[in-house]
């Protein structure tokens, strides 16, 4: 069963449009929400995390809002660029082993020039 | 070298073969881990050594996956009779200790079972 559910599957941008992609998790247990960006060919690479105490984080053209109470997260990209085409994945993981985490399925964002 | 190290790269081997792929973290990492990616989805945990012991060795699929880490640094993932539904990129990432928020992520082994 899919512990975090991630979509859309695939987005299309225009350059400097805002993609925004959705995340849902049922445990109530999770406390630390990343997300990760990965190009063909490499390893997901940390962009940005938040924990359940703030509402919204922001790391320069990067934000994720959260909803503890509907158990949702999203990450909005802000002046999008072609260099921004990559494969997103949200995670949630809990406790003090932050890196054994739960993925969603990815959302494969293609930005146009 | 710098970042997490895997080989190989690429592997491809006959159903029912054995199989080794080497993770090298990051000199002073204590954790690591290992996860497996499916073509077209996100990467599912599979076993955390603290160390030199497995602490969570809960996503390992079955009893022909087993992985070890003998000296607290190189770790060896090892896969019994592959079968065609093992066939995936197997990531490693390590991280200073389980503390901490940021793993590091090498580039993967590509293993396909034919």
């Known amino acids: 069963q899919q512990q975090v559910k991630q979509s859309p599957q695939s987005l299309i941008v225009q350059k400097g449009g805002i993609p925004i992609i959705n995340c849902a998790y049922e445990n109530t247990a999770f406390d630390y929400f990343p997300w990760y960006q990965q190009f063909p060919g490499k390893g997901p690479a940390l962009l940005i995390a938040?924990?359940?105490?703030?509402s919204e984080k922001k790391e320069g053209r990067f934000t994720i809002s959260f909803n503890k109470s509907a158990k949702q997260f999203s990450l909005h990209i802000m002046d999008s660029q072609p260099g921004d085409s990559a494969t997103y994945f949200c995670?949630?993981?809990?406790?003090?082993?932050?890196?054994?985490?739960?993925f969603g399925r990815g959302t494969q964002l293609t930005v146009w020039p | 070298g710098a970042g997490v190290s895997q080989t190989p790269s690429n592997k491809v081997t006959e159903k029912g073969k054995y199989v080794e792929l080497r993770c090298d973290p990051i000199?002073?990492?204590?954790?690591l881990y290992w996860y497996r990616q499916s073509l077209g989805q996100g990467p599912e945990f599979l076993i955390y050594f603290q160390g030199t012991g497995a602490a969570d060795d809960s996503g390992l699929p079955n009893d022909r996956f087993f992985a070890v880490r003998p000296e607290g640094s190189v770790s060896t993932l090892k896969i019994q009779r592959t079968e065609r539904g093992d066939s995936a990129v197997y990531l490693c990432?390590?991280?200073?200790?389980?503390?901490?928020?940021?793993?590091?992520f090498g580039e993967g082994s590509w293993l396909t079972v034919v």
């Open positions: 000199s002073g990492h204590t954790a």
């Open positions: 938040i924990r359940p105490d703030v």
């Open positions: 995670a949630a993981g809990r406790g003090s082993t932050l890196g054994r985490l739960y």
């Open positions: 990432a390590s991280s200073p200790g389980t503390w901490s928020d940021t793993i590091y």
